[in-house]
């Protein structure tokens, strides 16, 4: 099925895209149409432009692959599935995830992973091939954040704030150097080949949609933040 979205806005558009039983949706002319594929589950869906915010959002299993950029919040909330991106996209990606992909061959914005959370065998991945803007994995209770930097050789792919609040799951960066300013409820150390274990399969998934050697972002130096359970908030609340 193909949908031309020159005309229609993200309301019918959507309602569209929901209601066909068709398994491979292609959606053409996109441009700034929010919330497609919302709650979908076992449909490919192929968008040709630039989704509005919120794409994928409450995604229960669907592929949704976009040739452009996305704008903010995509896979807020998702719930399975896989979410790619051949571009940039905006703040807030992967908001509150519960599990999925998320695969975005450029840049992101602010707060990206940020509540997002894990159970048992359910758990999100987010990987950035470029740099991240400030506050990544904010309030991280679960899942795993990789930040590959690729075309940021040289410096740290990431801004400030990085792990505020955090209290669950992964973040790796692949840098030379590590963060600065990092709070004291984070442990930052350099990834071991074991370690590198946990990112492989994502990193490889990664490459095969865009072309990059896995072998050689994996042979780099990245480092491996996580909550330091020494220094858990304690300040937050009241001694005994």
Do not use: W
């Not at 192929?46 to 903010?72: K, M, R």
């Not at 959370?117 to 740099?131: A, V």
């Not at 692949?174 to 442990?187: A, K, T």
């Amino acid at each position: 099925m193909v949908i031309n979205a020159e005309d229609i806005g993200y309301y019918d558009l959507n309602k569209e895209i929901v209601g066909s039983d068709d398994a491979e949706i292609k959606v053409e002319n996109v441009l700034g149409q929010r919330y497609i594929g919302c709650g979908t589950s076992a449909k490919t869906i192929t968008v040709e432009g630039v989704p509005g915010n919120a794409l994928g959002a409450y995604l229960d299993g669907s592929t949704i692959i976009v040739h452009g950029n996305a704008q903010d919040a995509i896979g807020d909330t998702m719930n399975d599935g896989e979410i790619i991106v051949h571009g940039n996209c905006g703040d807030t990606t992967g908001y509150a995830m519960r599990s999925g992909k998320i695969f975005v061959k450029g840049n992101a914005g602010y707060r990206v992973g940020i509540h997002m959370k894990e159970y048992k065998e359910l758990y999100p991945k987010i990987i950035i091939g470029g740099k991240v803007g400030d506050f990544l994995g904010e309030y991280q209770a679960g899942g795993i954040i990789v930040v590959l930097g690729i075309g940021y050789e040289g410096s740290v792919p990431v801004g400030s704030f990085c792990g505020t609040g955090m209290h669950g799951g992964y973040i790796f960066i692949r840098s030379d150097q590590p963060p600065s300013g990092l709070p004291v409820q984070v442990c930052c150390e350099t990834a071991t080949d074991e370690d590198k274990k946990i990112i492989k399969k994502y990193v490889e998934e990664f490459c095969d949609c865009f072309g990059y050697s896995a072998k050689d972002l994996l042979s780099s130096r990245f480092y491996m933040l996580t909550p330091n359970t020494a220094s858990p908030y304690r300040q937050l609340y009241t001694e005994n």
